[in-house]
């Protein structure tokens, strides 16, 4: 299992600003992913960020806009650049572990709710 | 990656059994059927996953029939605790990306 702490759990911030979130592991992994919930639907998969290599971002999410960075096997953030009143939403940091099933077990943090003014 | 389609929505009482139906209808041969919960304000978290067949844990059922075009979740005797949004995911084994769908929200009326 993974335990996973995110900060901050929620914040308000101005437009055009920017916003980093961090998320600390308690566990040494490999794969870590960030994901969005806008208020009311389901998780959109930001990007997936490895150890040592550039993250890799799904269709729709570019890096100037959602940077992240990943220095080591137990940290990650991602930041939240020149916001907008469209990007209020929260944000999940999820990484795989454990053995459950083929595909493994995601495990993720509480989350970080932004909301943009 | 395979599309999922759920209810958006179902309602039941304390005790009840429940299920929920997931279609997969261009489910690949490699692909894993997993279900994940999500309480409000908190993160999804894993609740069963299966190949084919039956799979069963402490808290679930996972109902797969042969052509594996569809998935049942079953919980038995809910509880007022057993709201949540109930997301269906296919995924191939080794692939570290999976998609959620829409999920279903469950309400559980005492």
């Known amino acids: 299992s993974a335990v996973i702490s995110q900060k901050p759990s929620r914040d308000i911030c101005q437009r055009g600003t920017s916003l980093t979130i961090q998320c600390q592991v308690d566990s040494q992994v490999t794969m870590m992913f960030w994901y969005r919930q806008q208020p009311g639907q389901s998780l959109t998969l930001i990007a997936t960020a490895n150890q040592g290599s550039e993250a890799t971002y799904e269709s729709g999410f570019v890096i100037d806009k959602f940077p992240i960075s990943r220095p080591n096997l137990t940290f990650s953030t991602l930041t939240v650049s020149n916001m907008s009143p469209e990007d209020s939403s929260i944000y999940l940091c999820s990484v795989l572990a454990g053995t459950q099933g083929a595909t493994g077990e995601l495990f993720f943090g509480e989350g970080s709710r932004l909301t943009v003014l | 990656l395979a599309k999922t389609t759920q209810p958006i929505s179902m309602d039941s009482y304390e005790g009840q059994e429940v299920n929920i139906t997931c279609s997969h209808n261009?489910?690949?041969?490699?692909?894993?059927i997993t279900w994940y919960q999500q309480f409000p304000s908190q993160g999804p978290r894993f609740i069963i996953q299966?190949?084919?067949t039956k799979v069963t844990n402490e808290v679930a059922s996972l109902f797969i029939p042969a052509d594996r075009k569809s998935s049942t979740l079953s919980l038995p005797r809910v509880s007022l605790s057993d709201t949540a949004v109930y997301y269906c995911?296919?995924?191939?084994?080794?692939?570290?990306?999976?998609?959620f769908g829409k999920g279903t929200k469950l309400s559980v009326i005492p």
């Open positions: 995911l296919v995924g191939e084994a080794g692939s570290y990306q999976l998609t």
């Open positions: 299966g190949y084919k």
């Open positions: 261009n489910i690949a041969t490699n692909d894993y």
